[in-house]
């Protein structure tokens, strides 16, 4: 009896002597997750990482998990980035997460949701003098993209442009590859180009900066609807990691702490929920696009770029 009284007293000394250790001060926590983000606004520290912070901040709220959250300097440096272990969560556009999955190495972790549609749109803007009333008017014209890999400011504008029969690499008098949405109407705003390709999400977070001359912009054509932007998960993540991700991101809009004004998504827009049983066939309409732009024509958009 006495015998089995201290093995008890034992066992109790070394759960608390357990649990003493575990919550010693100075114990390091688990490292952040790192996230990191496609360079939409121009590739810099402010806007960009402004529109992620507040949802990441929430699910942070609920879960315990840390985020340390980065901007590359371009799409295709979030594709190697995610496949090369050096992110484990990442905001890409449609086709940069397709990239991804081709190579194995990404899953879908959510999208946002707005008017229970995750969705959104891609223009071709001008500037309100301009004489142009149809895409087909641009030809002979110049025309500023994103970044090459940019689902809304090059893969569905250039799609457009073929769609009403003009060849992007012939018909236009010049391409400007500006790098970003916010690079390319910054061009336009310039002058130095006739029509700029941008997703309207980065169009609205302009006019509510009121960035100089933006409100002499006029919008000339709007894409069909796009899958919206996704959040993604390295596949190297644990299970358990990628199950609780999701299940945050999935109840984040009724979980107590968390303000609507905390949930939003691309462009910093507030949105109303993530869904995170979002699948690939979602993006289904981007995948067909993507099969529009061969490789030969983004090597022959290139080059014209560099003849200016």
């Given amino acids: 009896m006495l015998q089995k009284t201290i093995a008890i007293g034992l066992a109790a000394l070394l759960a608390v002597g357990a649990g003493w250790f575990a919550k010693t001060p100075g114990t390091p926590p688990p490292p952040a997750l790192r ?27 609920q879960t315990g998990l840390r985020f340390d959250l980065r901007v590359a300097q371009s799409y295709g440096g979030v594709v190697e980035a995610m496949c090369n272990n050096a992110t484990d969560i990442a905001f890409v556009g449609p086709v940069t997460y397709l990239q991804a999955r081709e190579r194995h190495c990404a899953e879908l972790l959510a999208v946002a949701v707005k008017g229970g549609r995750s969705v959104y749109y ?103 609807p796009i899958p919206y932007p996704p959040l993604i998960l390295s596949t190297r993540l644990p299970a358990a990691t990628r199950a609780k991700l999701r299940d945050a991101f999935e109840k984040i809009s ?51 770029a560099a003849e200016r």
């Fill in 35 to 61: 996230v990191l983000l496609i360079p939409a606004d121009g590739g810099t520290e402010s806007g960009t990482l402004a529109d992620y912070r507040p949802i990441f901040n929430a699910i942070a709220h």
């Fill in 254 to 304: 009724h979980s107590p702490g968390v303000t609507p004004e905390m949930i939003r998504g691309y462009g910093g827009a507030q949105v109303d929920g993530y869904d995170a049983d979002v699948t690939p066939a979602h993006f289904r309409s981007a995948e067909m696009r993507m099969a529009q732009v061969s490789g030969p024509l983004k090597a022959a958009l290139l080059r014209k």
């Fill in 122 to 224: 891609s223009g071709l803007f001008v500037r309100t003098d301009a004489p142009f009333r149809a895409i087909g008017d641009l030809r002979g014209h110049r025309v500023a993209f994103g970044d090459l890999n940019s689902t809304a400011a090059f893969l569905f504008p250039v799609t457009m442009l073929m769609d009403a029969g003009i060849d992007p690499s012939r018909d236009l008098s010049e391409v400007r590859i500006a790098g970003s949405h916010s690079a390319s109407l910054t061009a336009l705003l310039a002058g130095k180009v006739d029509a700029a390709a941008l997703s309207f999400e980065s169009y609205d977070k302009a006019v509510r900066a009121d960035l100089p001359g933006v409100r002499n912009v006029r919008v000339l054509a709007r894409s069909e």
